[in-house]
């Protein structure tokens, strides 16, 4: 249900419409619009076998029919999930927002399937998760730390696919230039709010989390933010 509703959204928006029409225009339309439900029906099947193999251990995910397996990360990227991490889950809890998940929470989308180093979801869906969940749904806000071999990725299908699927808010942060890239999802598309290595960003979708972005980055800026909690 959740899908079709999908579809039909997507339909409706300018994106949707135009490549709909840009298809219809073409004489073989039938055969381009077969030649695609087959290879998605067998891009289905690998998915199904992708949830029956993947392990706990694995930091790993689905994206275009493709499986993509992370190498691990350096300290910089570690560190700045961490510092970030620590600041939401407590803000998140000391005022029961909902849950932050970090690293391993597997969100599931129409397509593809993603484990962003950090994610955080409203109270109104965490509610209905059990201790025994695999698969989650999109969240409403969602943390990408970059790296060169995940920048492409970051930049161009999640940041497609987080917008498609109304994901309200989007950070991608740099490690090595110590920056935080913010963007809000203004009707159909993320709009850039934020791109800088200093200063305070303010979150749209966390109700009053704010945080000096070199917080990211160092221990003790970072420890300060948490007791002003």
Excluded at 209 to 225: H, L, T
């Amino acid at each position: 249900m959740e899908t079709l509703l999908l579809e039909s959204q997507f339909l409706k928006t300018e994106m949707g419409k135009r490549m709909v029409s840009d298809i219809l225009n073409e004489p073989d339309a039938y055969f381009v619009v077969q030649a695609v439900t087959d290879v998605l029906n067998k891009e289905r099947d690998r998915r199904a076998k992708f949830y029956n193999d993947i392990t706990e251990d694995d930091k790993i995910e689905f994206i275009n029919g493709e499986i993509i397996v992370h190498s691990p990360v350096k300290l910089g990227h570690n560190f700045a999930t961490t510092m970030l991490s620590r600041a939401l889950s407590i803000f998140v809890g000391k005022f029961e927002l909902g849950f932050v998940g970090v690293e391993k929470i597997m969100i599931t989308l129409t397509r593809n399937d993603y484990e962003p180093d950090i994610c955080f979801f409203i109270k109104e869906k965490s509610s209905h998760f059990t201790k025994n969940q695999t698969l989650f749904p999109a969240p409403d806000f969602v943390v990408e730390i970059t790296s060169p071999s995940t920048e492409k990725r970051d930049r161009g299908v999640k940041f497609k696919d987080y917008q498609a699927h109304s994901i309200e808010e989007y950070w991608i942060i740099d490690p090595d230039q110590e920056t935080l890239e913010q963007y809000h999802l203004k009707g159909e598309e993320y709009e850039l709010v934020l791109k800088s290595a200093i200063g305070t960003v303010t979150s749209f979708a966390i109700p009053g989390f704010q945080i000096p972005i070199q917080a990211i980055f160092n221990d003790a800026e970072n420890r300060k933010v948490i007791q002003n909690f």
